[in-house]
């Protein structure tokens, strides 16, 4: 009975010591994910549209819709003869302007959506700051209009909320310059994580999700669990084949994002879809 306990107490510290090895071993690739901004009163509207820029073509994962012009409309080129999005924004919704049409739109995107396409924008306030929203926004207006975000806009320094646009409540809350967690680091629910994480905005599962990248269906038939790791971590590395045309638009953040818990968990999930 004792030679029993002993081989199982074996086996139960063999386990712990190999899925800690394991979680040791993945590779926390450098991602872009958002910096952190620590803008002062004396902020500058160059200086906000050059962290919007930074933001919109790395950590932001903006390009990996817009741009398309199939799944979301072109923001830094024409669209349908209206100029880039500087230069329409004002004219979409009745009585708002610019700036509180592009703010409503990254933390309310469903409160309106352009005609010809689908509400898949997701809730930007769940993985940004509001003064990193706010950067989105200036650089949005300098393509083609005037930016007219200022520091009241973001709040002063510290605040644990940013006014709206209209300075009425309910802007997106959060200390300004935090990074706003995607999901809470304890969450290990890996359908949870794909949702949290905005993965369902371009991958399909099931009667959810987006056709922009490859479904999540079958999956775990067509890749091991070590080349759904590296997808994951470096989604460049590899295309799949018929998504050519969007190579390079997965954000490379998630290497950073996740917990080593997290991606294992998403990897054993995926790997059971066949």
Known sequence: MLATNLRILAVVLGTVVLYTMVAGAIPQVESEVPEELTFSGEVTPEALVAAGEELYHGAGGCTACHGLGTRAPNLLTDERGTG???????TRVPG???????????VSPNA???EGYEPIMPDMSRTLS???????VAYLESQGGEVTVTAED???AGDDAAPSPSGAPGAAAGPTGAVAGPSDPATLDPFALLRNNQCLVCHRLGEEGGPIGPPFDGIG?????DALRRAILDPNADTAQG?????????TIFGQQLTAAQL?????????LK
């Open 84 to 90: 880039p999005i500087g230069a329409r924004c004002g």
């Open 96 to 106: 708002k302007s610019c700036k509180e049409y592009l703010h409503e739109a990254m």
């Open 112 to 114: 309106y959506v352009v």
């Open 130 to 136: 509001p003064a990193q929203i706010w950067s989105l």
């Open 154 to 156: 973001l709040g002063p």
């Open 221 to 225: 038939g067509r890749l091991d669990t």
């Open 243 to 251: 998504y050519e045309a969007v190579a390079g638009t997965m954000p």
């Open 264 to 272: 294992e968990a998403l990897v054993g999930y995926l790997a059971t």
